[in-house]
Each structure stands twice: as C-alpha cells, then as structure tokens.
C-alpha cells in the first residue's frame, strides 16, 4: 500500500508559476509510471503529464512547453513545474503511481488560476 500526499497548489495570476509536490509514503524507484492528472467537475480526468521508471517523459498537448514533470526516486517524490499558467488550467492536480500489479492515487491539490 503507498500513500501518496500533493502539495504545492493554490491561486495564482495567468502567466504565473506553481510548482506540485507528490511525495509517496513508500519507494517509488520500482514503479512502472509516476503521472499527474487533473480534474475539473464535469470532466472526464485528464493526464498531464507522466514519467516512465526508465525515464521516458510524455505531456498533454495542452501543457507541452510550459510544464516539467520530474522524479526523485531518493526522496520518493514527483514534481510538476508549471509554467505561464493559463485559466484554463484551473483543476484538481491528482498524482498517480502506476506498477503492473496496481495503481494508487493521492487526494489531489487545487491549482486556481485568475486575476
């Protein structure tokens, strides 16, 4: 069982920056893929973004060039940095840690971009 908690969220200006913090209760070097996902009400979740355990990277089309996810297998911890963040945006972050045997998901942090 890993427990995974985000932080890093909260309200910020178009054009800003935030960066998410995914820290897992357990060791992550073994898991298959580490993601983020966000969701909005009424919204199907959507994947941001995800880093594979040989290091292989992938991101939504809608955040290419302005986020980075990376991971800290040491510290059992996944990043997002985001960047010129737009309104649309606006979402609950979830991390996820996928292995073949299963998957976890924390509880989410709230990202609110407005002026």
């Known amino acids: 069982q890993v427990q995974l908690v985000e932080s890093g969220g909260g309200l910020v200006q178009p054009g800003g920056s935030l960066r998410l913090s995914c820290a897992a209760s357990?060791?992550?070097?073994?898991?298959?893929?580490m993601g983020w996902y966000r969701q909005v009400p009424g919204k199907q979740r959507e994947l941001v973004a995800r880093v594979t355990r040989g290091g292989s990277i992938s991101y939504a089309d809608s955040v290419k060039g302005r986020f980075i996810i990376s991971r800290d297998n040491a510290k059992n911890t996944v990043y997002l940095q985001m960047n010129s963040l737009k309104p649309e945006d606006t979402a609950v972050y979830i991390c996820n840690a996928f292995w073949l045997s299963g998957d976890y998901w924390g509880q989410g942090t709230q990202v609110t971009v407005s002026s």
């Open positions: 357990g060791s992550i070097v073994n898991a298959d893929i």
